[in-house]
């Protein structure tokens, strides 16, 4: 059985940084795509980066250069480092896993067969 469990999530100010984390089980992390998606309030769910089974990354152009997905083989565990949050930054974060191990970089939900619960991420200005 997949379980992805997000943590990290924090109340900060505006230019100050985050490092988000979801420890999977049922499977290992670095054989699949897997992604981060946020949702805001009244807004759709989005994808904000994916990393690939060769790891190879790719971001939504509103993060690239302040996000790094990565992933932590040992602790099978993904990662994400956020860096000169935004007020428009502030969602629900979630990780997901696609059962393949390549990525379609879409930065859309779809095909993603695996979610966790979500961990809140609010950027104050």
């Known amino acids: 059985q997949v379980q992805l469990v997000e943590s990290g999530g924090a109340s900060v100010q505006a230019g100050g940084s985050l490092r988000l984390s979801c420890a999977a089980s049922?499977?290992?992390?670095?054989?699949?795509?897997m992604g981060w998606f946020r949702q805001a309030e009244g807004k759709e769910r989005e994808g904000v980066a994916e990393?690939?089974?060769?790891?190879?990354?790719g971001y939504r152009d509103s993060v690239r250069g302040r996000f790094t997905i990565s992933r932590d083989n040992a602790a099978n565990t993904l990662l994400l480092q956020m860096n000169s949050l935004r007020p428009e930054d502030t969602a629900m974060y979630y990780c997901?896993?696609?059962?393949?191990?390549?990525?379609?970089?879409?930065?859309?939900?779809?095909?993603?067969?695996?979610w966790g619960q979500g961990t809140q991420v609010t950027v104050s200005s």
């Open positions: 990393i690939d089974g060769v790891g190879s990354t």
């Open positions: 049922g499977l290992i992390v670095s054989n699949y795509c």
């Open positions: 997901a896993v696609r059962k393949y191990s390549f990525c379609a970089f879409l930065y859309s939900t779809y095909g993603y067969n695996y």
